[in-house]
């Protein structure tokens, strides 16, 4: 979507790798979100951010961590990869709450 | 959070109306309704949010019941690229995080 990209688009990995995945925006919205998609437990939020330096963790933060040095960009970072970080990941930007989010086309992460 | 409540999947025919429903039952004052939908190998994608009165946009609209209870999200005339996964979730103003449940798969039919 024109707005947020996220990079890259696909990944291979080995288990005790480190990962960062990108998501820039050209927006300036306040808020970036990092959720993860898995079959049987739909999208579900791993940290994010409500502006430069400021960030929280959300409900599967273990593992997961993140930096947001500049207002278009959120990292997630995974320190050493696992097989159950398998996933498509999706990064979503927000001005606020009476706004909607707009989510990128997501990251799909292969650990092997 | 409160939750919401909405029917696994949902069939329609090809041009006609769609009405997704959607159960909030503890709804707070502060919490907006907001809706999105994610087509097959794609990111969810925003569609409509209200918090008391009915909207309207190009995609869609949102009518709310008057205690807030509930709400239905309309699509005017279904077509094949509708076919999504719906999802009504309740956003609290200030609590500035949206939690997916499993949502409406809703099929079109040709």
């Known amino acids: 979507d024109a707005g947020i990209t996220q990079s890259p688009r696909h990944k291979v990995t080995e288990t005790g790798t480190p990962v960062t995945l990108r998501c820039h925006q050209t927006?300036?919205?306040?808020?970036m979100y990092w959720y993860r998609q898995d079959p049987g437990h739909g999208l579900r939020l791993i940290h994010y951010s409500y502006g430069v330096k400021d960030t929280d963790k959300g409900e599967v933060s273990d593992g997961y961590s993140v930096s947001r040095s500049k207002t278009e960009d959120f990292l997630l970072t995974l320190e050493s990869a696992t097989s159950s970080q398998t996933s498509v990941y999706f990064c979503?930007?927000?001005?606020?709450?009476?706004?909607?989010?707009?989510f990128g086309s997501g990251t799909r992460l292969t650990v092997v | 959070d409160a939750k919401t409540t909405q029917p696994n999947s949902m069939e329609s025919n090809e041009e006609e109306p769609v009405h997704l429903p959607c159960n909030h039952s503890t709804i707070s004052g502060t919490d907006y309704i907001h809706w999105y939908r994610q087509l097959p190998s794609q990111g969810p994608e925003y569609v409509i949010h209200?918090?008391?009165s009915n909207v309207n946009n190009r995609m869609a609209s949102l009518a709310i019941a008057e205690d807030r209870k509930s709400s239905t999200l309309i699509l005017h005339r279904a077509t094949l690229r509708d076919a999504a996964v719906y999802y009504c979730?309740?956003?609290?103003?200030?609590?500035?995080?949206?939690?997916f449940g499993t949502g409406t798969r809703l099929t079109i039919i040709p």
């Open positions: 979730i309740l956003f609290n103003f200030g609590n500035e995080k949206l939690t």
């Open positions: 209200g918090l008391t």
């Open positions: 979503a930007i927000s001005p606020g709450t009476v706004y909607g989010y707009t």
């Open positions: 927006e300036n919205h306040r808020y």
